[in-house]
């Protein structure tokens, strides 16, 4: 496939063209609003602003005032990076040991797994923030266990799969060596491991990166937001929304993720693709 | 190995165990149990039988919601899955700027569904206002704004799936297809779609549930206005939890309905369509 080129390949092109065009042109609205005087842009949203309605930055400095985005942005990035290290981590490490033993609890942890990945959020969301809240979990740092423990499900699943793959003569031989259990997971396995830890890493980030209910839940969001509960704060109660802090503080929570695209899309792609035919 | 591997339980296994314990089993046999309760938080439970069950059938924003977020799964999945499909064999054609082309339509699957509710609002809201109307006009702005939301966001997405899906088909078969005289629809009706398979019984499974499960775009984009009309599923259960008290025991019982219906959806979807597919 691709060796041979498309008949009319060029119209193709073309048509493609004006439909990425028209892909990205939300976020190039959001990004032309975010610099209009807030009137103005529930009125005439698609207008290049004017003179008159030109602000500058002043959109952008009242919404980081408004919402404190930078500790916002502190807190997602902390949350989504801690967990889904412990996740990484702690899910291989299971995933291995409930390969390798053959035993009730194994199967039984395999298929509850299995099991929590079809339930949906709103079954627990109830008792899971109760719980959280009793156990002071309610923290960035508590969410994490919140976070390993939700998440657990599809990546043990996923790296069970692949563990099964694993020809055990290796471990065996490194085991006869000499070795730990602890050696040869960290030495042997988990290297082999690596494709799939950054399968996990990239679908368990885009969920807890743009979660937003389990967050608003669990955590303590007088002290502690996340990207998304500031957005949605903004919005405030039932009063009218300051449509200029809203598009300006759209655009830097965009900002984070399109660079975070551009420096690993490879990854990412390669890493959905895995994810599906594993999930 | 067994033996000396069982020994480092606690290493391995417990503490995903006990994350495990704390974030899924405990909250969700705690929430079946408290289905059948009546309470305002987690302690002071008192059990009812079947009372909270019964208040769902009286709830008349439940069945609403209900066939809403039916409508809005099929009409979403098949749009997004046929588009998704139609656009991964023209991008398999080797077209110019193929890659730029995935990497704008992949993109806005990384944005969180809060962002893509208000992106969606400032535009669709924009285009509404020439014929002085909003999203929240009438439920079926609503409807359509969420299912246009949905395509933007996801078509990258399964395209994503479907490339992989068709790049992996031997090009020995479409020629020889080719030779025994067959037609390009013919190919794609009698090669290429029973060898997609796989990606197909994926795609519809990922939208299905993405669809049912549906919650931070409704909320942000109409959050059920006009007055619960444009709600789905699991934000008419957030609504029902949080919005008035003396109703978390209906909430949550609408919850435990809601968990039946997506895993007899998930169950069923791969049934029905693993049986389609072909050894290769």
């Known amino acids: 496939m691709g060796v041979r080129k498309a008949k009319h390949g060029w119209i193709y092109t073309i048509i493609f063209g004006l439909l990425s065009i028209a892909w990205v042109f939300p976020i190039i609205l959001v990004l032309i609003n975010s610099f209009k005087k807030k009137v103005y842009i529930s009125r005439k949203p698609f207008t290049i602003p004017t003179d008159k309605m030109f602000v500058q930055w002043d959109n952008y400095v009242n919404g980081m005032e408004k919402i404190h985005f930078f500790d916002a942005f502190k807190n997602s990035l902390f949350i989504t990076v801690f967990s889904v ?26 298929y509850l797994c299995l099991f929590s990945m079809i ?27 919140v976070y390993l423990g939700f998440g657990a499900g599809l990546a043990v699943f996923m790296f069970c799969g692949f563990v099964r793959s694993i020809p055990l003569e290796i471990e065996e031989a490194a085991m006869i060596d000499g070795c730990t259990p602890i ?97 | ?20 314990t704390i974030g899924f089993i405990v909250p969700f046999i705690l929430g079946i149990y408290l289905s059948f309760c009546k309470f305002t938080t987690v302690t002071d439970a008192k059990f009812i039988g079947l009372g909270n069950y019964a208040k769902i059938f009286s709830d008349k924003t439940f069945g609403h919601a209900l066939w809403y977020t039916a409508l809005f799964t099929i009409v979403s999945v098949l749009l997004i899955n046929v588009l998704a499909f139609a656009v991964a064999m023209l991008l398999t054609k080797g077209i110019k700027g193929t890659n ?77 297809a080719k030779i025994d005289g067959a037609t390009s629809s013919q190919i794609l009706k009698n090669v290429t779609i029973p060898m997609v398979m796989p990606s197909i019984t994926i795609c519809t ?76």
């Open chain 1, 85 to 110: 290290a412990a996740i990484i981590l702690c899910t291989s490490m299971c995933a291995w040991y409930i390969s390798r033993v053959k035993s009730k609890f194994s199967s039984g942890m395999y």
């Open chain 1, 119 to 145: 339930v949906p959020f709103q079954m627990v969301m109830f008792t899971l923030s109760k719980l959280a809240n009793m156990l002071h979990l309610s923290s960035p740092v508590g969410i994490i266990l």
């Open chain 1, 183 to 279: 050696q040869t997971f960290f030495q042997i396995v988990f290297p082999i491991l690596k494709p799939t830890c950054i399968t996990v890493a990239i679908l368990q980030a885009m969920w807890i990166w743009n979660d937003y209910l389990l967050p608003y839940l669990v955590l303590d969001i007088k002290r502690w937001k996340t990207i998304p509960i500031a957005i949605q704060y903004l919005k405030g109660g039932y009063g009218s929304v300051d449509m200029g802090a809203m598009m300006a503080m759209l655009v830097l929570a965009i900002i984070p993720i399109i660079v975070f695209y551009m420096a690993c899309q490879k990854h990412i792609i390669e890493g959905v693709v895995a994810g599906a035919v594993k999930g």
């Open chain 2, 1 to 20: 190995m067994q033996k000396s591997l069982k020994k480092y339980f606690p290493i391995f296994a417990l503490p995903t165990l006990l994350a495990f």
């Open chain 2, 100 to 176: 730029i082309f995935r990497t704008v339509f992949f993109m806005p699957n990384l944005i969180g569904g809060i962002v893509l509710g208000y992106i969606w609002q400032l535009l669709l809201n924009g285009i509404l206002a020439h014929f002085q109307k909003t999203l929240t006009y009438n439920s079926a702005y609503g409807f359509w704004g969420l299912v246009v939301l949905m395509c933007w966001q996801q078509i990258g997405y399964m395209m994503i799936i479907y490339i992989s899906g068709i790049q992996n088909i031997p090009g020995e078969l479409i020629e020889a």
């Open chain 2, 205 to 280: 499974f990922l939208t299905l549930t993405n669809g049912f499960k549906l919650f931070d775009q409704n909320l942000a984009l109409t959050n059920g206005e006009p007055s619960n009309m444009s709600e789905l599923l699991a934000l008419n259960i957030y609504n029902t939890f949080y919005g008035r008290t003396g109703f978390e025991g209906v909430g949550q019982a609408k919850a435990v309905v809601f968990f039946i219906l997506v895993a007899l959806i998930a169950v069923g979807q791969n049934y029905l369509t693993r049986r389609k597919e072909v050894q290769q």
